[in-house]
């Protein structure tokens, strides 16, 4: 079974920095992984695709790295905002289902 | 374009109820999954639909069962609800069953 994890359970960081978040998966056979940005209370917004036979994807100030072969993934956003403040969630897609870590919960301060 | 859209936003039911949750996909959209999510957890996966067929099923019991309908629509419905089935219900739709995720604000239950 595929187990998903996210270190750290969570963040506080100034405003300005860059930072990475990890996200680690136990079975390395997976199709593609997505990242996730969730405010409290709210729904989860799609942040990077990333395929099994990619590296990596850019959006904006956010890049997401894959190494499916050390079952790895990192979220790289460069000079964080406040706004950047939410939980950050990883999910792989495998055994025809996606299954997602705990999150990252991100505090930037201004 | 609309997004998913879910309803109700928040519901309360007691103990032993039945609960009917509806969602209504992404436009272009045609599989329909549904997550249970605790405070502070992940997202866990119920079950999703395609083609009106459930095609994959997480670790849920028989009380979780769903629909969906020929617009792709679907309801998740819960009988005999327990407190342990207090949490954030999110639907999520894509084009085919494995592509990009978009989800819905989701449907808050509390079971008194």
């Known amino acids: 079974k595929q187990e998903v994890t996210q270190i750290p359970a969570a963040l506080s960081v100034p405003e300005g920095e860059n930072l990475v978040l990890n996200c680690s998966f136990t079975?390395?056979?997976?199709?593609?992984l997505q990242w996730f940005r969730q405010d409290p209370g709210k729904g989860l917004t799609s942040l990077l695709l990333?395929?099994?036979?990619?590296r990596e994807q850019t959006s904006g100030r956010l890049n997401a790295s894959l190494d499916k072969s050390s079952g790895r993934s990192t979220l790289y956003i460069a000079a964080s905002q406040p706004g950047d403040s939410a939980t950050y969630l990883c999910?792989?897609?495998?055994?025809?289902?996606?299954?997602f870590g705990s999150g990252t919960k991100l505090n930037v301060k201004p | 374009d609309a997004g998913v859209t879910q309803s109700p936003t928040h519901l309360i039911k007691t103990r032993g109820q039945q609960v009917t949750l509806r969602c209504s996909p992404k436009?272009?959209?045609?599989?329909v999954s549904w997550y249970q999510q605790a405070l502070g957890q992940g997202p866990q996966f119920i079950f999703q639909?395609?083609?009106?067929?459930?095609?994959q099923r997480g670790n849920f019991p028989d009380r979780f069962s769903g629909h969906q309908f020929p617009n792709y629509s679907s309801e998740l419905n819960v009988n005999a609800l327990l407190l342990g089935d207090s949490a954030l219900y999110l639907c999520?739709?894509?084009?085919?069953?494995?592509?990009?995720?978009?989800f819905g604000s989701g449907t808050q239950l509390s079971v008194l």
């Open positions: 639909y395609y083609e009106e067929e459930e095609r």
């Open positions: 079975d390395s056979a997976i199709y593609n």
């Open positions: 436009s272009g959209h045609d599989t």
């Open positions: 990333i395929q099994s036979s990619q």
């Open positions: 999520a739709s894509s084009s085919s069953r494995h592509e990009k995720l978009f």
């Open positions: 999910a792989v897609w495998n055994f025809n289902k996606f299954y």
